[in-house]
Each structure stands twice: as structure tokens, then as C-alpha cells.
Nanobody, 120 residues
Framework: QAQLVESGGGLVQPGGSLRLSCQASGSIASINDMGWYRQAPGEQRELVARISSRGSTNYADSVKGRFTISRDNGKKAVYLQMNTLRPEDTAVYYC??????????????WGQGTQVTVSS
């Protein structure tokens, strides 16, 4: 099995910055794509950004130029640097990873979520 644990959420004023971190652990052979999703109250979960094992990235149009996704393969971690935050960025942010276990089972894993609130 594998687990993902997020950290770094909180309350920030509009225009501020936050950095989210997600750490994978468990019986992991390799990690393919990793990403961040978010879900606001009453809304569906949506993609924020994804990054491949080789570092290719893609972003939701709403965050392009403001958010940056990165990863550290050695640490089995993915990060989301969020700048120029807006009230509409308020949501629970979830980490996701496509993981191959040492048992050769491949699954998509989710973290428990971390709350980001942008408000004055």
C-alpha cells in the first residue's frame, strides 16, 4: 500500500502565497504522474496541475502564471507553489499520484486534503 500526506494549507489574504507539499510513503516501486486537484464547496473536484515523472507539466487555465508544480523524485514528494492567490482559489486541495507498488500493483492514490482559504 501507499499513502499520501499533504501539508501547507491555511488562511491567506488575497494576493498572498502558500506552498503545499505532498509526501508519498509505503511500498513504492515508482511514481508516475503526480498532481494537485481542488474542490470548493458545492463544486466538483477539478485539476489544478499535474507533473509527469520527467517533469512535464500542465495547468488549469485559471492558475497558469500564478501556480507552479514541482516534484522531488528522490523524496517521493510533489509541491504546489501558489502565488497571487484569489478568493476563488479557496478550496480543499488534494494530492494525487499514480503509483506502482513493489507488488507490481498500480493504483491511483489520494491524500486526505488540505484546506486553503483566501480571504481578507
Amino acid at each position: 500500500q501507499a499513502q499520501l500526506v499533504e501539508s501547507g494549507g491555511g488562511l491567506v489574504q488575497p494576493g498572498g502565497s502558500l506552498r503545499l507539499s505532498c509526501q508519498a510513503s509505503g511500498s513504492i516501486a515508482s511514481i508516475n504522474d503526480m498532481g494537485w486537484y481542488r474542490q470548493a464547496p458545492g463544486e466538483q473536484r477539478e485539476l489544478v496541475a499535474r507533473i509527469s515523472s520527467r517533469g512535464s507539466t500542465n495547468y488549469a487555465d485559471s492558475v497558469k502564471g500564478r501556480f507552479t508544480i514541482s516534484r522531488d523524485n528522490g523524496k517521493k514528494a510533489v509541491y504546489l507553489q501558489m502565488n497571487t492567490l484569489r478568493p476563488e482559489d479557496t478550496a480543499v486541495y488534494y494530492c494525487n499520484a499514480d503509483i506502482l507498488l513493489r507488488s507490481f500493483v498500480r493504483n491511483s492514490y489520494w491524500g486526505q486534503g488540505t484546506q486553503v482559504t483566501v480571504s481578507s
